[in-house]
């Protein structure tokens, strides 16, 4: 007897071990209930069908039971609150998709289009794009009609001068949003649904202008835009347009050339009104105030200067964050201001773990979405960086090891280090790309930023109402067009960008975990986070890309070869081909990987190898007349066009097919070949599945099978 019961015991403490533990650790417990409400959120968006009202009780009773265990059993306290936290984020990002649904275009639409001009900015072809609500199309219910459409101008509208809050009509091509271009790739259709985007296309003829815009409509809309065309008459070019862009959110005047250069050069984020920029302006008005207020003896002798100048630098952060649009960037740079400026007014210390911890859970819990933005996942990875690697440093460095002028320089190199290391891996994983020279390029502009664009900007704002802007505006513009000069310069050497293949979408999720483990876990422990991260660079390393794949309409295949990605055509399908060359690690233009080896034949017939498949792109006028005979020795054809009459036992994927699967990757696997569709998810962003049949190639020796 005495044995079994030394054998419970044994058992019951093993059992309570790793609650003890936990309780040991509550002081640094907290950041996780951020990390917690952002692993239910990733659930929700991971899910490949839309969760039902069972999963929402289900959360309701983890996130009400967790809440009650956490206020009932002390030792049980942090369980019940990481149940909460996932729970809240998994119900956080129902609510939120759900609030948001509204209606995209099931169908093609060609005729009128109606609407207020609600953003302005420029396509990646360098076109400006209108944004459009209030739509009205032609013989199309309410019901159906997209509450904003996107229309880019693809002929020069000089007599169009756009402003926030017109009502403008015009006739376009009109489509519902594209999903990815491949498998596992971004999806533009997700984000545009949460942006309540129900269409998007183009239009050649005029814009004509039918009602300016009324006394109320749009305020902070049309301030932004007022501001906006104020400082390009007094700055030209692009250094003008960058400044302006960088002050109001208003990029309508960047050209894709200025933009290229930025991310060339790991400068894009001087132009995203995001922390940098807030911290910057918010920094500028709290050192003036607060200084400014000391040098006068009766207020500093009777206010607390310091939080007066922190409720008005609240004040300036509020009204930028309206000015500038209140995007997700600018939305999560406010929240960390707003802890920040909190915590001084609570005698608090700002810049710690638990403030970035309250800042994300915040936006997450308000905007779930934002998890999945490479904005707020290079924001915050800087942010944590930055705290933990200043705080690991002996303080004795600076008190001792460097003189006191060296500091600023010291600083400066170290946070630009330690932001660039922290970023790189996601900005590798979304965008593809690592700026090889991107820590010089911030170590000449971020100072000119933070000391010459912003502070002018802000003296410029309050020198305008007395005609006196015009010298804090030229000292911008000298700012910008340095900015600009060391730009163009960075981007332009060689070598300056080295192209990452896209990863697994386990991986960040991984090294994510991984990482936020080694930094907020203490002792031996913390070093098991090293696992995750170890597993996802491997992940990274061996990652393989489709041996083949097609474009959603059929007319751009992208054949895996000896010297990279070879494409079917150098002209057409443009973004599926610049965005599988940049997946797969290729710098490489379409027209060049249209001249490597792998595709042979005529324009409208190329022949290719597929694993030892002969077979066949057919696409252009009469290419369905040619199945009869392509059938007969293909084993394996795709047209691009809907077949009216395939030969029998043609082993053919054909337009209607593609409209149903969505663009397609082929991957090997062992001995044969997978086929991966992109349209199988059944989410409230999702098109409406269609059943699609792909040709059986299991008698050719090769197994072939759709997922």
Not at 422 to 438: C, K, V
Not at 475 to 491: D, N, S, T
Request: proline residues 6%.
């Amino acid at each position: 007897m005495g044995n079994k019961v030394a054998a419970v015991g044994t058992v019951w403490r093993v059992l309570l071990w790793p609650l003890q533990a936990l309780q040991s650790a509550r002081g640094m417990l907290f950041p996780w209930i951020a990390v917690l409400v952002g692993c239910g959120i990733g659930a929700w968006f991971s899910v490949p069908v839309e969760p039902g009202a069972g999963s929402y009780s289900l959360a309701a009773l983890l996130l009400a039971g967790g809440l009650v265990l956490a206020t009932k059993v002390e030792l049980a306290r942090p369980l019940g609150l990481a149940l909460a936290a996932a729970a809240a984020g998994w119900i956080a990002a129902g609510i939120r998709a759900h609030s948001l649904d509204a209606p995209m275009l099931g169908f093609r639409y060609y005729g009128p289009v109606e609407g207020r001009i609600v953003e302005i900015d420029r396509s990646q072809s360098d076109a400006l794009r209108l944004t459009l609500d209030q739509v009205v199309l032609q013989e199309v219910s309410p019901a159906r009609t997209p509450l904003r459409v996107r229309i880019s101008l693809q002929d020069e509208q000089n007599w169009l001068h756009p402003t926030p809050g017109q009502v403008v009509i015009l006739t376009a091509n009109l489509a519902a949003p594209e999903g990815p271009v491949e498998p596992g790739a971004f999806d533009f259709r997700r984000m545009a649904f949460f942006d309540q985007l129900g269409a998007v296309g183009y239009t050649r003829t005029p814009v004509l202008l039918l009602e300016e815009p009324t006394g109320g409509a749009l305020p902070v809309d049309r301030l932004r835009s007022w501001l906006t065309q104020g400082m390009l008459a007094h700055m030209d070019g692009q250094a003008g347009a960058f400044a302006a862009g960088a002050m109001t959110g208003d990029r309508s005047a960047i050209t894709e050339d200025t933009v290229q250069a930025l991310r060339d050069s790991s400068l894009a984020h001087l132009l995203a009104i995001s922390g940098m920029n807030m911290a910057f302006l918010t920094g500028f008005v709290f050192a003036l105030l607060r200084y400014g207020l000391a040098l006068v003896p009766f207020a500093a002798l009777r206010v607390n200067t310091k939080k007066v100048a922190a409720v008005v630098s609240f004040a300036v952060a509020l009204f930028y964050l309206l000015l500038s649009g209140a995007n997700v960037a600018t939305e999560r740079a406010f929240i960390m201001i707003a802890v920040f400026l909190g915590a001084v007014l609570l005698d608090r210390r700002a810049l710690t773990l638990r403030s970035v911890a309250v800042a994300a859970m915040l936006l997450l819990l308000a905007r779930p979405e934002s998890l999945l933005d490479p904005g707020f996942q290079m924001s915050f990875a800087a942010t944590i960086a930055l705290i933990t690697g200043f705080a690991a440093l002996d303080g004795s460095i600076y008190r001792e090891r460097i003189p006191r002028w060296l500091m600023p320089v010291f600083t400066l190199v170290l946070s630009s280090l330690i932001g660039g290391l922290s970023t790189a891996p996601y900005a590798a994983a979304h965008f593809n790309r690592f700026t090889d020279y991107g820590l010089i390029a911030n170590l000449l502009t971020v100072p000119v930023m933070g000391a010459v664009i912003m502070p002018a900007g802000a003296v410029a704002a309050l020198l305008a109402p007395f005609g006196l802007a015009a010298l804090p505006l030229w000292v911008m513009e000298q700012g910008a067009r340095w900015i600009l000069f060391v730009a163009h310069w960075i981007a332009g050497l060689e070598g300056s960008v080295t192209a990452i293949p896209a990863p697994d979408p386990s991986v960040l999720p991984l090294f994510t975990l991984g990482a936020l483990w080694l930094i907020l876990w203490r002792g031996k422990v913390q070093l098991a986070g090293v696992v995750p991260v170890f597993a996802a660079l491997v992940l990274w390393l061996t990652a393989e890309r489709p041996v083949l794949l097609v474009s959603g309409d059929g007319r751009l295949l992208g054949l895996e070869g000896p010297e990279g990605r070879a494409l079917s055509a150098p002209k057409g399908g443009g973004f599926a081909a610049e965005n599988w060359l940049q997946n797969d690690g290729d710098l490489a233009a379409q027209a060049l990987a249209a001249e490597r080896p792998g595709f042979d034949g005529p324009k409208g017939e190329r022949w290719f190898d597929l694993a030892g498949l002969h077979a066949v792109a057919l696409s252009g006028k009469g290419a369905e007349a040619k199945l009869p005979e392509v059938c007969q020795s293909a084993e394996l054809v795709i047209l691009a066009a809907e077949a009216a009459a395939a030969p029998e036992a043609c082993p053919l994927i054909d337009a209607k097919t593609l409209s149903a699967t969505g663009p397609l990757a082929i991957w090997r696997e062992g001995g044969g070949l997978r086929i991966v569709t992109t349209k199988g998810a059944r989410r409230l962003w999702s098109p409406p599945l269609r059943e699609a049949r792909l040709p059986d190639l299991s008698a050719k020796g090769l197994k072939l099978a759709a997922q």
